[in-house]
């Protein structure tokens, strides 16, 4: 079962523990007042007790020198018989008469002293109930700084027990001395203290065990439902005979005992503190809660002090109160937990606000000596010129003297900021010289370390790490005392980036350790941030996006981090995250030039492996062209000259487009021109390249080509294609496209890629054209992602057959970038077309 607080946010519980403090100060306050004010205890400064032989009336005892009863010339012994004429059977009856009489009226007392009776008046006083202030002052005193507690970090656990610990005890204690009384209060009166009463009752005992049972090391007996279940039926069974009229059951020698339990399990809970203090606390970290530790002890001293002496004699309270003055040390219990929590675990409130008390103290000072001295000054210079009556006169005066006066007073102002408020004069001077840095620093890693040093060195502090948070590569950071490993943290749901991205707040962890669920992530980021010993951590945003963070450990002065601390972290963070994008976008930039540089290297590389001119052979009009979709391509030409009648022309298409098409082609190039000098036919070339490149291609690559021999001795071409785009021929004045079997190079390799070649032999007529192209041009696409197809290459073509090779070629160029217009080019285009003359 969840808890029901940590589903709500920091301000809702703000509001609720708000409330309850009003409601717990209401119903102590009601039953203060009824016991300190309207129906205080009647006072005569000496003891009744029973009558030994159980007569009606009191044995008079405990007498305190010069007392009102004293004065009244009554002794220990004495019995009393009535009070203003009326008779009683026990000292409780008689209180009942002396009870509603005002302080300072005086009682009649018929006494018997040896036999004899006589008449002695009393000076009623009203009782200051020292123990019940005492007690009140305690819980007070724990409400208070529970309060501040809670108030300053609501979403921490320990914050919030301490804080209901502080509710419970101020409603218990300031109902330990009951005040109701049926018979003459009001019904609401009545049903606000019996709900105070037995609300508290019912959960004081579970909380004032189970705090200590979490605080300062969570017990395992808290994981166990069996041991709350006993707790709270136990208490259950506590209040139950208060409101049911069983207590009168109960034997009166057991009747103190059982009204005082909730007391009891107070102190036994200050006792567990102490066995957790020696035998569960850490060595290094007792010292954070050493004052407590001793508050504690002085504290427990206290209870069985009050205890020995309320049981020694219980007319002390009337006789001696004075003796019951060291309740206040009780107190000292919650300012110690306020100290440790505020020194250690918090922020420090404490010389918060003490600093801004004596700072508005000392300002005003200065303040006011400041306006005596001018006007003081001003009537002087007046009198000197004797026209005090001049108004103008005075005002000048004024002004010159306040103009001569105000940088003495700027500099005593700037004095009482510098002692009172050194550290953010630090902060604002570190902030400021990181300002100054950061526009010449253009280099990431030197942002970085900038910033870790300035933190470790402002802060005081030997564990600091700026992490950055890339969701394609992942985490890196640079840092003092903090391992890498512990930095890497996954963009997944659930983790603390995630954490970060949702709360856009920092996150403490100084709690982690004694309460795991205090941080809601996952078991993997907790193992990294108790590892590295991180304590805080800030998130850096640009533009609503999570860049990284600042990780911090404990401080080298072992305070808490303040507001003002996560303040200057958060700045810092702000400042460089605009620094720290500018520096990736810089060395983005340097990058790109940096390739681009390299691509316009690889594309002069890769066309001065083209042909760099058509060949001039008679009997033939070549020409060729090839234009990558990128910079460079895998598209690829050539011409190889065999001798002076054949000319073998090669266009291949490399799967794939950019620099790994490219230097596919490159080799391919060197395999294609060792091969056509060592074999005669198209085909026994294909056969060669494939054996060649099958081992060396990746397995999702592969390339098409298609192969021309040219042999103008013999009138004859020989066509052979690996996979490639058939050719357009065009012979007695008709043009259609050739149909060549084969499959790509780098698919198969022996007789499943060689018995799929097939050689095509067509005579060389004048008049007659090629073309051979690659895929860019037939699947060319527009605006409207239509391709441009084969057929329309067809009719290109026949259009512009009569044309030169160069012409043709040229005007199919522009054709395609006509029909492409402003859509992206994505595959490469190469044409050669070669005509016989």
């Not at 203290?193 to 009752?201: E, N, P, Q, S």
């Not at 020409?623 to 011409?639: E, T």
């Not at 390249?689 to 592969?702: C, L, Q, T």
């Not at 512009?800 to 160069?806: D, I």
């Amino acid at each position: 079962m969840k808890n029901p607080f940590e589903q709500l946010s920091a301000r809702s519980i703000r509001v609720l523990f708000s409330a309850f403090v009003i409601v717990v100060l209401f119903i102590s306050s009601v039953n203060f007042l009824d016991v300190m004010i309207f129906k205080a205890t009647s006072n005569d400064q000496c003891g009744w007790l029973p009558r030994p032989d159980g007569e009606p009336g009191a044995l008079i005892t405990d007498v305190a020198p010069d007392g009102v009863t004293d004065r009244a010339g009554i002794k220990d012994g004495d019995i009393l018989l009535e009070i203003n004429g009326r008779s009683f059977r026990t000292p409780a009856q008689a209180m009942s008469i002396i009870n509603p009489m005002r302080g300072g009226d005086t009682a009649t007392y018929l006494i018997e002293r040896n036999g004899a009776q006589f008449e002695a008046k009393v000076e009623i006083l009203k009782l200051v109930n020292v123990l019940y202030l005492g007690y009140c002052f305690l819980g007070v005193s724990f409400l208070v700084v529970g309060y501040v507690v809670v108030m300053t970090r609501p979403t921490g656990k320990t914050q919030r027990q301490f804080a209901f610990y502080a509710l419970v005890t101020m409603l218990v204690f300031g109902l330990s001395n009951l005040g109701i009384d049926p018979s003459v209060d009001p019904p609401w009166k009545v049903i606000t203290l019996a709900v105070g009463f037995g609300a508290g009752r019912f959960i004081a005992i579970p909380v004032f065990l189970m705090f200590f049972l979490h605080f300062p090391v969570r017990r395992k007996v808290l994981d166990h439902l069996w041991f709350k279940i006993a707790i709270f039926s136990f208490s259950a069974i506590v209040v139950v005979p208060f409101f049911t009229g069983w207590l009168q059951l109960i034997p009166p020698e057991f009747r103190g005992f059982f009204v005082g339990l909730p007391f009891l399990f107070y102190l036994g809970g200050l006792l567990v503190f102490i066995h957790s203090y020696f035998r569960r606390v850490e060595k290094e970290k007792r010292k954070q809660v050493r004052p407590i530790f001793v508050a504690v002890l002085i504290g427990i001293a206290t209870f069985v002090y009050l205890i020995i002496l309320q049981g020694s004699n219980p007319f002390l309270i009337f006789t001696k109160p004075v003796v019951y003055a060291p309740i206040v040390l009780l107190a000292g219990v919650p300012v110690a937990f306020g100290y440790s929590i505020f020194r250690y675990r918090l922020m420090d409130i404490d010389l918060i606000v003490k600093r801004s008390l004596l700072y508005g103290a000392i300002t005003a000072m200065i303040a006011a000596l400041y306006l005596g001295m001018v006007f003081g000054i001003g009537s002087l210079l007046g009198s000197l010129i004797g026209d005090n009556e001049n108004t103008l006169l005075n005002v000048l005066a004024f002004l010159v003297i306040a103009f001569a006066f105000d940088p003495v007073k700027q500099r005593v102002q700037d004095w009482i900021d510098h002692l009172f408020y050194r550290q953010r004069l630090n902060y604002q001077q570190a902030l400021l010289e990181f300002s100054q840095e950061l526009p010449s620093q253009m280099n990431l890693d030197q942002i970085l370390h900038s910033m870790v040093n300035r933190i470790s060195g402002t802060m005081h502090v030997d564990r600091v790490a700026v992490v950055l948070c890339d969701e394609k590569e992942g985490c890196t950071s640079v840092g003092r005392n903090i391992p890498v490993r512990c930095c890497s943290f996954a963009e997944d749901e659930g983790g603390l980036l995630d954490l970060l991205k949702l709360t856009r707040a920092a996150q403490y962890f100084g709690l982690l350790a004694e309460e795991p669920d205090s941080i809601k992530i996952h078991e993997a980021d907790k193992g990294k941030i108790l590892e590295a010993g991180m304590v805080l951590s800030v998130p850096m945003f640009l533009q609503n996006r999570l860049i990284g963070m600042i990780v911090v450990g404990p401080k080298l002065s072992e305070k808490a981090y303040s507001r003002e601390d996560i303040s200057l972290l958060a700045t810092v963070g702000s400042q460089a995250a605009i620094a720290i994008e500018n520096a990736r976008l810089h060395k983005t930039e340097i990058e790109r030039q940096k390739i681009e540089e390299e691509l316009a290297l690889a594309r002069r590389i890769q066309q001065g492996l083209l042909p760099k001119e058509n060949p001039a052979i008679d009997g033939l009009d070549v020409a060729g062209v090839a234009i990558p979709a990128q910079v460079v391509g895998g598209d690829y030409y050539d011409f190889i000259e065999l001798g002076p009648k054949k000319l073998l022309v090669v266009v291949a298409d490399v799967s794939g487009k950019g620099m790994s098409a490219a230097l596919y082609m490159s080799k391919i190039q060197g395999m294609v021109q060792l091969a056509a000098h060592m074999y005669q036919s198209p085909r026994e070339m294909l056969t060669h390249v494939n054996r060649r490149i099958y081992d060396g291609i990746e397995r999702k690559s592969f390339i098409t080509m298609i192969l021309a021999l040219f042999d103008l001795e013999r009138r004859e071409v020989t066509i052979c294609r690996a996979g490639h785009n058939k050719a357009l021929m065009g012979t007695n004045g008709q043009l259609e496209y050739l149909d060549a079997q084969g499959i790509g190079l780098g698919l198969e390799r022996g007789p499943v890629f060689e018995n799929t070649l097939k050689e095509v032999h067509r005579p060389l007529e004048s008049g007659g054209m090629f073309f051979f192209y690659t895929d860019g041009l037939t699947e060319a696409m527009n605006e409207h992602r239509v391709q441009l197809g084969e057929e329309s290459v067809k009719s290109l073509v026949e259009q512009k057959r009569t044309l030169s090779a160069f012409e043709i070629q040229r005007s199919l160029t522009t054709a395609v970038e006509e029909f492409v217009g402003r859509a992206e080019r994505h595959d490469d285009l190469t044409m050669v077309v070669v005509k016989v003359v």
